[in-house]
C-alpha cells in the first residue's frame, strides 16, 4: 500500500528551520484560519513574524496587505513585525515585487520582509529591511560594510540581507 507523503507547509518548514538554529521562539495561534504567530526573543530584542504562504509571485502585493492588517495587533507593542514568505515550488520574481512594494512605502506596519528558501534542512532567509517602516529595526546596529542588521544577524543566523533603496 502506497503512502501519502504530507505537503510540508511554510509553518513547519519555519519551525524546522528555527530548531535546526537552536533558536527560542513562542508560536500563538490566534484563530483557527490564520496562520501562527511566531515571537522570536533573544537578548538583543524580539521579532514577531508570521509566515504566508504564495503560489505565485503576483500573489505576493495581496500577502503584504494580509500582512499589514496582521501587524496592526501587535501595534500596541512595538516589536518589530516580519512577514515570512514561503512558496509551494520554484521561486520566480519574488525579489522584484517585494522590492517594488517597499520602494513606494505602501507598508510602514513591516518592518523587515523574508524569504524563506532552499530545501528542507537546507533553507535559509533572504531579508529585505523597509526603510519606510514605523517600528524599523534598529539603524544603531546596522553595518554598512556588510549590508546587513546585526540585530536580526544575532537573533536569524544563515540569512542574506537585501537593502532596498529609493527608487530613482
Not at 527560542?24 to 501562527?36: D, E, I, S
Not at 499589514?68 to 512577514?83: G, T
Not at 517585494?98 to 524563506?116: D, F, H, K, M, R
Not at 553595518?143 to 544563515?158: G, M, R
Amino acid at each position: 500500500m502506497q503512502t501519502v507523503k504530507e505537503r510540508r507547509t511554510g509553518e513547519t518548514s519555519f519551525q524546522d528551520y528555527l530548531k535546526r538554529f537552536s533558536i527560542r521562539y513562542k508560536a500563538t495561534v490566534t484563530t483557527k484560519k490564520a496562520p501562527p504567530d511566531f515571537v522570536i526573543e533573544s537578548p538583543y530584542g524580539a521579532v514577531v513574524a508570521i509566515v504566508l504562504e504564495y503560489d505565485a509571485s503576483t500573489e505576493i502585493q495581496d500577502k503584504l496587505r494580509l500582512a499589514q492588517k496582521r501587524s496592526k495587533s501587535f501595534k500596541k507593542n512595538k516589536v518589530p513585525f516580519m512577514p515570512i514568505l514561503y512558496k509551494r515550488g520554484l521561486p520566480g520574481l519574488e525579489h522584484r515585487y517585494i522590492q517594488e512594494a517597499l520602494q513606494v512605502g505602501q507598508y510602514p506596519e513591516i518592518s523587515a520582509i523574508a524569504l524563506l528558501e532552499g530545501k528542507p534542512g537546507q533553507q535559509h532567509l533572504r531579508i529585505f529591511h523597509n526603510r519606510f517602516a514605523k517600528h524599523s529595526l534598529d539603524r544603531r546596529i546596522f553595518d554598512h560594510e556588510k549590508d546587513k542588521n546585526l540585530f536580526l544577524a544575532k537573533i536569524l543566523p544563515n540569512h542574506f540581507f537585501w537593502i532596498v533603496e529609493d527608487a530613482i
